[in-house]
């Protein structure tokens, strides 16, 4: 797999019929590894190891109804009172994280109503604070802290 413009993780990784596969702590199970759930992977323990994310508010592959069809958020931050705080989407590095990208995520905020997005192709990283009562958003310049994110 690509090298990534994230810290190492040490992710337990195992073999099986030729496939490779790749345990996902939150989910808790093992999943093959894709070059999308190698930057899932690295992302989320990134954000548990060096951003103080709390590994029992974090959910991969969240569904949602949206128009009559079941959509998966990759991954989603929750509040203390599990309310969903922030939408992460993936996607493999060789991806261009284009406007089609970034309108993906938007749909699944028409549900979710988070004031924070996050999209990663584990090179390039966007994270984004939406401010509802202002109508306004802007871009972060750093993924922030999960303490930030309640200050």
Known sequence: ?????????DLKLSQRDG????????????VKLTPEEW???????????????????????????????????DTVLYDQHARPLMIVEYKAPQIQLTQRVFDQISRYNIV?????????????HYACHIDYERQAYEFL??????ESLNS
């Open 39 to 73: 930057v899932r992977q690295h992302f989320v323990h990134f954000l548990m190891e060096h951003k103080g994310y709390p590994m029992g508010l974090l959910a991969n592959e969240v569904a949602l109804s949206l128009n009559g069809t079941t959509k998966r958020c």
């Open 19 to 30: 496939q490779t596969y790749v345990f996902d702590t939150l989910r808790r199970r093992t």
């Open 141 to 146: 310049r750093e993924i922030p802290s999960y």
């Open 112 to 124: 979710m109503r988070v004031p924070y997005l996050i999209v990663s192709n584990g090179i390039k």
């Open 1 to 9: 797999m690509l090298a990534l413009n994230l810290p190492q993780a």
